[in-house]
Antibody, heavy 116, light 113 residues
Framework: EIQLQESGPGLVKPSQSLSLTCSVTGYTITSGYDWSWIRKFPGNKMEWMGYISYSGSTNYNPSLKSRISITRDTSKNQFFLQLNSVTTEDTATYYC?????????WGQGVMVTVSS | DVVMTQTPVSLPVSLGGQASISCRSSQSLVHSNGNTYLHWYLQKPGQSPQLLIYRVSNRFSGVPDRFSGSGSGTDFTLKISRVEPEDLGDYYCLQSTHFPPLTFGSGTKLEIK
């Protein structure tokens, strides 16, 4: 059974970079599908951030395009999120998921607070 | 970006009753390939979102037939009949016809009266 698990620091200072890892088990990320990052803000708004495809191409939310990077390590079956120059408005729960159009395997989420 | 207007924000419902959630898009969600990429998710307390309905009216694997989706163009509805305690949570619509970016509705909290 496929499982996704997010990991990373729960606290990041303003202006620094947020870096998260999604570890995938039960499926090889180069075998197919796209692999997404989605976040949920306090107050419940959901935002799609971007994805990396099974072939390694990426597609980002234009609102984040200057700050976001999604990469992967195929040897570890992991993909990563980096968000630069964070502010308190980036405080959210971050989810990784398989798929783009209607993702149906999600990680449990990791809460990240941006605060000094 | 396509704006998804979801109503109501909060929906109190009696156990065994029916609930209806509306999602309207700022432009038609009919893709050039003829498909309509409008989906519904439920996020139960303490869990990650789970797919209920994909492409307007298709129930995802394991989803009870109490959940049904309908609509076309810019107007879509999720109906839940015979509401059970396990149906509590936040419901979201998601459009993926026009992306980037995919866009979500603002959410509806289903509460038991």
């Amino acid at each position: 059974e496929i499982q996704l698990q997010e990991s990373g620091p729960g606290l990041v200072k303003p202006s620094q970079s947020l870096s998260l890892t999604c570890s995938v088990t039960g499926y090889t990320i180069t075998s197919g599908y796209d692999w997404s990052w989605i976040r949920k803000f306090p107050g419940n708004k959901m935002e799609w951030m971007g994805y990396i495809s099974y072939s390694g191409s990426t597609n980002y939310n234009p609102s984040l395009k200057s700050r976001i990077s999604i990469t992967r390590d195929t040897s570890k079956n992991q993909f990563f999120l980096q968000l630069n120059s964070v502010t308190t408005e980036d405080t959210a729960t971050y989810y990784c998921a398989r798929g783009v159009r209607n993702p149906y395997y999600w990680g449990q989420g990791v809460m990240v607070t941006v605060s000094s | 970006d396509v704006v998804m207007t979801q109503t109501p924000v909060s929906l109190p419902v009696s156990l065994g009753g029916q609930a209806s959630i509306s999602c309207r898009s700022s432009q038609s969600l009919v893709h050039s390939n003829g498909n309509t990429y409008l989906h519904w998710y439920l996020q139960k307390p303490g869990q990650s979102p789970q797919l209920l309905i994909y492409r307007v009216s298709n129930r995802f694997s394991g989803v009870p037939d109490r959940f049904s989706g309908s609509g076309s163009g810019t107007d879509f509805t999720l109906k839940i009949s015979r509401v059970e305690p396990e149906d509590l949570g936040d419901y979201y619509c998601l459009q993926s016809t026009h992306f980037p970016p995919l866009t979500f509705g603002s959410g509806t909290k289903l509460e038991i009266k």
